[in-house]
């Protein structure tokens, strides 16, 4: 008895985790990690650009003041 193979073999690939999929866990971590990162740094960048700017408006009203007064201060000529 002899016994035949067909022609249509198959050979087998060894299976290789989804290269696309691993790209994008990888770009996903890392904005995460930016996310992480950055969101806190823009708050407290804000909150002290916040307070200069603050301090800023306190100083150029004071000068205004300043200078409201010493036109009151101004003597009319007679």
């Not at 290269?19 to 950055?38: C, E, K, P, R, Y």
């Amino acid at each position: 008895m002899q016994v035949s193979y067909s022609s249509t073999e198959q050979t087998l690939q060894p299976v290789q985790p989804n290269s696309l999929s691993q790209n994008n866990l990888v770009i996903g971590n890392t904005l995460i990690g930016l996310f992480i990162i950055l969101f806190p740094s823009c708050i407290i960048l804000g909150i002290v650009l916040y307070k200069k700017h603050c301090a800023y408006r306190a100083a150029v009203l004071l000068q205004q003041i300043e200078a409201l007064e010493r036109l009151w201060r101004i003597s009319p000529r007679k």
